[in-house]
């Protein structure tokens, strides 16, 4: 069946709804969470984001002639960090509104509207996950990407410590739709959160993924036993 058919169906968190509804369901999910989206990101993940956000941002080694879009950038954090740490010129595209505090630009990430091999680097930071095609989102990556250019991606992973599975389901189905509700009034869009991390492709399926898009040297480190995870890539 075409992808396109208009009975197509798609991951919701653990639901499955017709393909043409996910972006507005992804919207409505960040322009119910805005405003406390920054003190939530602190909140749930106890000041950890910030962490794995410095090391990514170590890891893309920021220059002076650096030109990077930030897709899915919402209120700015990876595009501030780059900037802090040295790089030369950010661009923030985020499909909402309400989450681009920061820099301009809105833009799908499934149809960047930037010419063809412009970009030194392209970041996107806990937004894949929630795209509708995220093969298509890769593509396009790679089409605005100079060769050299290179993508980095830092996402929910598969956590690599079964260990504590049991522990990081209780607090990832438990207490996070909980501190939403409490916090930003949305227990649902915390709930997503969670299903929509346990939908995701883990980092190694990730990796096969952007290698099928086009982009070489794929390789990925883990944050935190696996419950994020950094992928880095390059177009040659
Ligand atoms: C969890 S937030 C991440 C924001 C920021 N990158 C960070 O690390 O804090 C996910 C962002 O992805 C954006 N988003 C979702 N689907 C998108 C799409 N198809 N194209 C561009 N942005 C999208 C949302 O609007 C939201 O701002």
Known sequence: MPKMATDARTDFGFEQIPLAEKAGRVRDVFDSVAARYDVMNDLMS?????????AFITWLRPRRNMHLLDL???TGDIAFRFLTAGGGNVTVADIN?????????????????????????????????NMTDKE?????????????????CLEFSRLALPGLAGLYDRYSFGVVPRLGR?????????????????TFPDQDRFAGMIAEAGLSNVTYRNLAGGVAAMHSAWRI
């Open 46 to 54: 106890g000041g950890l984001h910030r962490v794995w956000k410095a």
């Open 72 to 74: 899915a950038g919402g």
């Open 97 to 129: 509104l309400e989450m681009l505090a920061v820099g301009q630009g809105r833009a799908n990430g499934e149809a960047i509207p930037i010419p063809d091999g412009t970009l030194d680097a392209v970041t996107c930071a806990f937004g894949i996950r």
């Open 136 to 152: 298509q989102a890769l593509s396009e990556i790679r089409r605005v990407l100079k060769p050299g250019g290179r993508f980095m």
């Open 182 to 198: 409490i916090v930003a009034n949305d227990e649902a869009s915390y709930r997503y959160l969670a299903e929509s991390i346990r």
